[in-house]
């Protein structure tokens, strides 16, 4: 099973940008499907944006499309989340998960990263 560790999260102002990683343990990532979540405090998990085996395909929460970002470098079993033009209620943790399959839009994935802390000032 695909390990997870994520990186780049922080503390940054309103507008800034910041940029997440996944390092995933395994040589074959690009047999995963990967994605984005969030958990804000006091509510719940959401999907934020998930990305297809080769890159194909993307799909995204209405709250973050065009200003995030999903990207993979399969040649470094890397994930990617761009995020420019950050708001107060982007802050949350985000967790970085993977699941096998078929390319689908859904929030069942069964391997999880332990998450990274975005905090945007206002």
């Known amino acids: 099973q695909v390990q997870l560790v994520e990186s780049g999260g922080g503390l940054v102002q309103a507008g800034g940008s910041l940029r997440l990683s996944c390092a995933a343990s395994?040589?074959?990532?690009?047999?995963?499907?990967m994605a984005w979540f969030r958990r804000a405090p006091g509510k719940e998990r959401e999907l934020v944006a998930a990305?297809?085996?080769?890159?194909?395909?993307?799909n995204y929460a209405d709250s973050v499309k065009g200003r995030f970002t999903i990207t993979r470098d399969n040649a470094k079993n890397t994930l990617y989340l761009q995020m420019n033009n950050l708001k107060p209620e982007d802050t949350a943790v985000y967790y970085c998960?993977?699941?096998?399959?078929?390319?689908?839009?859904?929030?069942?994935?069964?391997?999880w990263g332990q998450g990274t802390q975005v905090t945007v000032s206002s």
């Open positions: 998960a993977a699941r096998a399959g078929y390319w689908r839009v859904t929030t069942e994935y069964d391997t």
């Open positions: 395994r040589r074959i990532f690009n047999n995963y499907i």
């Open positions: 990305i297809s085996r080769i890159g194909d395909n993307t």
